[in-house]
Each structure stands twice: as C-alpha cells, then as structure tokens.
C-alpha cells in the first residue's frame, strides 16, 4: 500500500457527493451504457426466473424509489480485483453486491430497538447503502467499516452529499 492510513477503515456516516467519473472518450461512454442497459436486462431476466415477475417488480421498485431518495450510486457490482485492499485481505474477498433496499425495508420492520441509545454498525460496509438506509432512523451513531479504502472515499462522498441536500449535520 504505502499510503500510511491503514488497511482496516472505520468511517463514520459522513458527507459526499455522487461520484461520476468523466469518461474522456464519449464513445466509450455509450458503450459502458449499452453494456449497462443489456446487464440490466439480463439481471431482470434472471430476476424474474428465480423469484418471479410480481417479487422482481416490488424489489425493482423498491431499488428505483430508494435510489432515487438517497441518489447513493450504490446499485452496482464490483470484483474482488478492483479493491484496493491487502493481498491478506483480498484472498478473503468476495465482489461487492448490494444488499436490496427492500430486503432492509422488511428488516428493519421487524426490529423494535430503541434507536436513540443504539449504534448501528455495518461490517464490510461497500459503498454505504445500508448506511443511507440507516439514515432514515434515529440511531444515535451509525458507523461503517470496509477494508478498501476506495470504496469507503466513495461512500463518504456519496453520504456526504445526501446530508448536505438534506440539510442534515452528524
């Protein structure tokens, strides 16, 4: 690494903007989204043969309506190689994929905690999305650890954005 910051990050709910990287090749830019789109059809294809056509709706509608809330970038994959974490970490590492909003909606139904004396933690937090879900809740702290240090700059910068257009302080 050489960074001098460690390899374990621990970040607390923080401020962001959504990250977008400028692609310099507009070319490029439509085949990534070309290649988005057929992924996208491909994933609710699969969606609708494992779960169903009325179950991949509601969970499509819930990832639309929560991504849209919290404008998080968080409904993406990424692989192990792409991380940048350490060869002891990375032999442990599996591709970053989102746990579904409303898997967490239905989750956090069925918790009655009382939230102002509660910390939330999210062990291998990726990009945040259970930390902007979280959000919604009065936690007295709500806390993500991810080993990759890029990823957990992303989320920051992502949650960071969502409280600043919300008018929300930590």
Not at 4 to 28: D, F, I, M, V, Y
Not at 41 to 54: C, D, E, P
Request: aromatic fraction near 12%.
């Amino acid at each position: 690494r050489g960074s001098g910051r460690p390899s374990l990050a621990e970040k607390h709910l923080g401020h962001a903007t959504r990250l977008r990287k400028a692609e310099p090749n507009l070319l490029r830019k439509e085949k990534v989204s070309l290649k988005s789109k057929f992924s996208f059809l491909r994933t609710a294809g699969q969606a609708i043969k494992k779960y169903g056509l009325w179950p991949t709706i509601v969970i499509s509608w819930h990832e639309f309506v929560y991504e849209w809330k919290f404008r998080s970038g968080t409904l993406h994959r990424i692989d192990p190689n792409e991380m940048d974490v350490d060869e002891a970490v990375s032999v442990h590492s599996e591709p970053y994929l989102p746990s579904a909003y409303y898997s967490a909606k239905r989750a956090f139904s069925q918790i009655q905690p009382q939230f102002e004396t509660s910390t939330f933690v999210d062990y291998g937090c990726g990009l945040g999305r259970m930390l902007f879900f979280a959000s919604q809740f009065p936690f007295r702290k709500i806390i993500g650890v991810e080993a990759s240090e890029n990823m957990v700059e992303r989320a920051t910068r992502s949650i960071s954005g969502y409280y600043r257009r919300k008018g929300k302080t930590l």
